[in-house]
C-alpha cells in the first residue's frame, strides 16, 4: 500500500480542532513563490499550483520512467500547502488579497534529491508544455509551532487565528512571524469540489516561549 503522509505523521496532518503545540522538523518540498490574488482565474497562483502538481506527479510516477531515484517507495501526494504575508501587516488581512505574498508548496519524500527535482521539473516542463523554470526545491524547517484544524472558509479563519492566539497567551508562548517564520496553511480539502463550509484546511503559526 502506498505510503501517505496525512497518515504516517498525524501529528503533522491530523490536529485538533482545539490549538495545540508542535514541532515540526526539517521537510524537503517542491515549492514556488508569488504574489496576487489566489483567486484569480488563470492568475499566477492558479498557474503555480498547476506547475507544483506537475512536478509532483512527475516523481510519484518516476518508477515508469528511466530515471531511477534511490530509495523510492510509492507514495501518495501530500497535500498542498500555502505561507503567506503581506508587507507591513503582522499576519494576513483577508479583506485584500491582491497584495498577497505566497510560497506554495508541496513536500516530498526524503528520498528526491536536488537533481531528482531538476529531472522532474525538466521532464514535466517537456511534458505538460508549461514553465517550470521558477519551481525551487526548498528544505523548511518550521520549529516550535502552534496549529488547529480550521473547519470552514477560508475568509472566516480569523476566528481560527483568534482561539490560537488565546491559547498562547493563556498558556506562555507568542507568536514569533518574522521574514522566515510564516503563517502557513495546509489544505486537505479541494475547494472544486467541497462546499466552503466543510473546508478544511490546518493553520499554522510559528511561536517562541514568552
Same mark, same amino acid.
Given at each position: 500500500m502506498p505510503f501517505d503522509f496525512k497518515k504516517e =505523521? +498525524?501529528?503533522l496532518y491530523l490536529p485538533k480542532h482545539t490549538p495545540e503545540i508542535v514541532d515540526v522538523p526539517y521537510m524537503n518540498f517542491v515549492a514556488l513563490q508569488g504574489t496576487g490574488d !489566489? $483567486?484569480?482565474? &488563470?492568475g499566477a497562483y492558479q498557474q503555480a499550483i498547476s506547475v507544483l502538481y506537475a512536478i509532483s506527479y512527475t516523481i510519484k510516477m518516476s518508477y515508469k520512467s528511466d530515471?531511477? *531515484? +534511490? &530509495?523510492?517507495?510509492? =507514495?501518495?501526494? !501530500? !497535500? %498542498?500547502? /500555502?505561507?503567506?504575508?503581506? #508587507? /507591513? *501587516?503582522? &499576519?494576513? #488581512? =483577508?479583506?485584500?488579497?491582491?497584495?498577497?505574498?505566497? *510560497?506554495?508548496? *508541496?513536500? %516530498?519524500?526524503?528520498f528526491v534529491t536536488k537533481a531528482d527535482f531538476e529531472w522532474a521539473a525538466a521532464a514535466a516542463e517537456k511534458k505538460k508544455k508549461i514553465d517550470c523554470s521558477r519551481a525551487e526545491f526548498q528544505t523548511i524547517r518550521e520549529g516550535l509551532c502552534v496549529q488547529i484544524m480550521h473547519i470552514g472558509s @477560508?475568509?472566516?479563519?480569523?476566528?481560527?487565528?483568534?482561539?490560537? $492566539? $488565546? @491559547? %498562547?497567551?493563556? $498558556?506562555?508562548y507568542q507568536n514569533d512571524m518574522s521574514e522566515s517564520r510564516l503563517h502557513h496553511e495546509i489544505y486537505l480539502s479541494d475547494p472544486r469540489k467541497t462546499v466552503p463550509g466543510k473546508l478544511k484546511t490546518i493553520i499554522r503559526h510559528p511561536i517562541k516561549r514568552i
Open positions: =505523521y +498525524k501529528e !489566489p $483567486n484569480e482565474e &488563470g530515471h531511477r *531515484i +534511490k &530509495g523510492f517507495f510509492e =507514495y501518495v501526494v !501530500p !497535500p %498542498l500547502e /500555502g505561507f503567506w504575508w503581506q #508587507n /507591513g *501587516i503582522e &499576519g494576513v #488581512n =483577508y479583506a485584500d488579497k491582491s497584495d498577497f505574498n505566497w *510560497i506554495s508548496v *508541496i513536500r %516530498l519524500p526524503d @477560508y475568509d472566516s479563519e480569523p476566528e481560527s487565528v483568534d482561539r490560537m $492566539n $488565546n @491559547y %498562547l497567551r493563556e $498558556n506562555g
